[in-house]
């Protein structure tokens, strides 16, 4: 599986970017995908996670009513619609899709995309 994140960039506090994380490869295999970021300071975290069959979506609380995840399995896509950017977002942001379960679970993550929210 191959994932190539787009949609990073430069944003004032306050405004909204989209991101896009698009799966080749083997993507029938895919169960779960989702988004972490990470910054210089901190460890990779998780941001929001979808499940690909349907089902609960779960996000960070500190992103809860401004991050919205969404996917399109026909395209083997998903996005992250960020609204009301704080600096605090600003991050590294990552594309991750699971494949099976348990100790044949595997993970694989997109090269990135720079998100810089200037106050």
């Known amino acids: 599986v191959q994932l190539v994140e787009s949609g990073g960039g430069l944003v004032q506090a306050g405004g909204s970017l989209r991101l896009s994380c698009a799966a080749s490869?083997?993507?029938?295999?895919?169960?779960?995908m989702g988004w972490y970021r990470q910054t210089s300071k901190n460890q990779r975290e998780l941001v929001a996670a979808i499940p690909k069959g349907g089902g609960s979506t779960t996000y960070a609380d500190s992103v809860k009513g401004r991050f919205t995840i969404s996917r399109d399995n026909a395209k083997n896509a998903i996005y992250l619609q960020m609204n009301s950017l704080k600096p605090e977002d600003t991050a590294v942001y990552y594309c991750?899709?699971?494949?099976?379960?348990?100790?044949?679970?595997?993970?694989?993550w997109g090269q990135g995309t720079q998100v810089t929210v200037s106050s």
């Open positions: 991750k899709a699971d494949s099976g379960v348990g100790v044949l679970r595997t993970s694989y």
């Open positions: 490869g083997s993507t029938s295999s895919i169960n779960v």
